[in-house]
């Protein structure tokens, strides 16, 4: 299947799959993680810890939705500083093999001028990601051998300063801005 073919097949999947997922159980704890951010440096976890954070799941070749998911998570950056709102954001890359701190660095400057409170992670292998999501997040990721594309969940998921999942978003919903700043805001008392 040539790739012209393949990514209206893969927009079909992630909107089939986003639109069947099942309600996520919150307060499942993530577990403790340490990779590398798009300056090179160590971060996981205990960087995290005591701070309410979103993540998401994304690669910077992505021909589809990483493009407005990004772009929608700087816009949340921009509306949670309105706020006064202290909120972490992290980005995992799908496409580790990829994505290095160094194309993440580019990646990160073409959506945001702050990066202090927003992570780009790498670091680990395709296989890493790929269990981290599904245990974690309960989302999938996946590499067809004939695409260099990778299908990914595209909600964004909120936890809070214990470290557990609180909800997740659809950034396609119209009220999710809404839903999430009222979220954020009763977890960041």
Same mark, same amino acid.
């Given at each position: 299947?040539n790739?012209?073919r393949?990514?209206p097949?893969m927009?079909?999947?992630?909107v089939?799959?986003s639109?069947?997922?099942? $309600?996520?159980?919150p307060?499942?704890e993530?577990?403790s993680f340490?990779?590398?951010d798009?300056q090179?440096e160590?971060f996981?976890?205990?960087?995290?810890?005591?701070?309410v954070?979103?993540?998401?799941?994304i690669?910077t070749?992505?021909?589809t939705?990483? $493009? $407005?998911?990004?772009?929608?998570?700087?816009t949340?950056?921009?509306e949670f500083?309105?706020?006064?709102?202290?909120?972490q954001?992290?980005s995992f890359?799908v496409? $580790?093999?990829?994505d290095?701190p160094?194309?993440?660095?580019?990646y990160?400057?073409?959506?945001?001028?702050?990066?202090?409170n927003?992570?780009?992670l790498?670091?680990?292998?395709?296989q890493?990601?790929?269990t981290?999501?599904r245990e974690n997040?309960q989302t999938?990721?996946?590499?067809?051998e004939?695409?260099?594309?990778?299908i990914?969940?595209t909600?964004?998921?909120l936890?809070?300063?214990?470290?557990?999942?609180?909800?997740e978003?659809?950034?396609?919903?119209?009220d999710?801005v809404?839903?999430l700043?009222?979220?954020?805001?009763?977890?960041?008392?």
């Amino acid at each position: 299947m040539n790739a012209t073919r393949f990514v209206p097949i893969m927009i079909v999947v992630i909107v089939l799959l986003s639109a069947c997922s099942s $309600p996520k159980t919150p307060g499942r704890e993530i577990s403790s993680f340490t990779f590398v951010d798009q300056q090179g440096e160590s971060f996981g976890f205990n960087q995290l810890k005591d701070t309410v954070w979103i993540a998401d799941f994304i690669f910077t070749s992505c021909e589809t939705v990483c $493009p $407005p998911m990004t772009s929608e998570m700087a816009t949340l950056q921009k509306e949670f500083k309105k706020h006064n709102l202290d909120v972490q954001f992290v980005s995992f890359t799908v496409d $580790p093999e990829v994505d290095t701190p160094e194309i993440l660095k580019a990646y990160a400057s073409q959506y945001t001028d702050d990066e202090s409170n927003w992570h780009f992670l790498t670091g680990y292998s395709a296989q890493q990601i790929t269990t981290f999501a599904r245990e974690n997040f309960q989302t999938i990721i996946q590499k067809p051998e004939t695409s260099d594309q990778v299908i990914h969940g595209t909600n964004f998921y909120l936890i809070a300063k214990d470290g557990k999942l609180v909800s997740e978003f659809n950034y396609v919903d119209e009220d999710y801005v809404h839903d999430l700043l009222k979220t954020v805001k009763d977890y960041t008392k």
